[in-house]
């Protein structure tokens, strides 16, 4: 019942990405939105051809954008043979039908990408139970799009509704029970883990939260010495690594977990509750940001409400900024009028706005080419000792 991921065949797809914004949002954020598509996309295997923006107070009901841009659009993916359309906001279902219906293409909304990436990545029979999960959620309400012939009479003696029952009625009831199975699943998982955390004892735990392909996994290999997947893709990281740590005389495990994203579908979110829970019972956090993106403050701020959202808002929170070997900046010259923007900033000034009046600890380092780690380890050994001394002050004398 589900659609084949595209990226299966071993021939690459090309598809075009569409961005609608309101009166408010510039080109540089459309740039920004799509950008970060343009990522996912490749991270599932699409070659993205061009992008295709507009400005509207609310989308059309019926298309989502207007009917000049749907034309421009038809017109270039039949010229350039594209094979798939991926709007950066969800769709209605009844637009996911008519936009098919008028552009004859595959069409992908955001939340629908990253549910593919997600199954694409999946490895553990957790992390494709959480997946499956997710999809069935989001699949059920948008049956009568997805299944045009599930609004015939399904008549007959012996058919289980009585004669007359739809069969979009009957898949509805098949997708409701996978649910209920695939919760009762990982409900069975999530005891099994809940006694794996209990039986690593009461050493403190540190979990790396942050937003996706931060470098997060980098960080892990590098304090854990382990081989945790680490690549240049987002959601590299679907199942959560948990490590014993030592540094010095101090042991405490570390974790490292499911990259968030702007628009992280809540399906996912629902159903990644178990791997989430590392998150939520952890002593401390480690939120890695990269310094070395454009728009890392708003990176930073989708992972805190995310991080509120999942109940995790009130942790004791090291923020470490990572990537400082790619971090690049155009200084202004002398006689430059126009106003300063984030790149004109150097990494001194960065650190002189905002992030001089936190109260959190800022670290700045970069875990690839390792530089500042020993300060890293030196203020995590800090906070975790304080921690532990916290809860046994009868193992003072071990430090």
């Given amino acids: ?127 494709k139970t959480q997946v499956q999960l997710a999809q069935y959620q989001y699949m059920l309400p948008r049956l009568t799009g997805m299944w045009t012939h599930l609004e015939r009479q399904r008549g007959g003696t012996g058919t289980r509704g009585g004669a007359g029952e739809k069969e979009i009625e009957t898949d509805r009831r098949i997708v409701r029970d996978k649910i209920a199975l695939l919760k009762e699943r990982l409900r069975e998982i999530d005891k099994q883990m809940a006694t794996q955390r209990k039986n690593r004892g009461e050493l403190i735990r540190v979990a790396l939260v942050g937003y996706t392909n931060v470098g997060k996994s980098t960080i892990m290999n590098m304090i854990s010495k382990s081989e945790v997947l680490a690549e240049n893709k987002l959601f590299a990281t679907l199942d959560t690594t ?64 995310t991080l509120q959202d999942i109940g995790a808002g009130d942790k004791p929170v090291i923020l470490l900024f990572n990537k400082i070997d790619a971090f690049t900046y155009t200084p202004k010259e002398e006689d430059d009028l126009t106003p300063t923007t984030r790149d004109n900033l150097s990494l001194e000034d960065i650190k002189n706005t905002w992030m001089k009046h936190l109260n959190t600890t800022c670290l700045f380092m970069s875990a690839l080419k390792k530089q500042n780690v020993d300060e890293f380890k030196n203020v995590l050994y800090e906070q975790v000792k304080a921690m532990h001394v916290k809860r046994y002050p009868y193992h003072n004398l071990l430090y």
């Fill in 1 to 127: 019942m589900k659609p084949v991921a595209l990226s299966t065949a071993k021939q690459q797809y090309s598809c075009v990405l569409i961005g609608v914004l309101n009166k408010f949002q510039d080109d540089s954020i459309a740039r920004e939105y799509l950008e970060e598509l343009a990522f996912l996309a490749s991270t599932y295997g699409l070659a993205t051809q061009k992008w295709f923006t507009q400005k509207l107070e609310r989308p059309d009901k019926a298309t989502f954008i207007g009917k000049g841009k749907l034309e421009e659009v038809s017109f270039f993916v039949n010229e350039h043979q594209v094979d798939v359309i991926i709007f950066d906001d969800e769709l209605s279902p009844s637009q996911q039908r008519n936009l098919e219906k008028v552009l004859g293409k595959k069409i992908l909304d955001r939340t629908t990408l990253i549910l593919e990436i997600f199954e694409q990545r999946a490895q553990t029979a957790h992390a």
């Fill in 242 to 305: 948990v490590r014993k740590v030592t540094i010095e005389n101090l042991f405490f495990l570390m974790s490292d977990t499911v990259g968030f994203i702007r628009k992280l579908p809540t399906q996912l979110v629902e159903s990644f509750k178990s791997t989430l829970d590392e998150v939520r019972e952890a002593d401390l956090l480690i939120h890695v940001v990269d310094i070395s993106h454009k728009n890392f403050e708003d990176h930073l701020n989708v992972v805190k409400q």
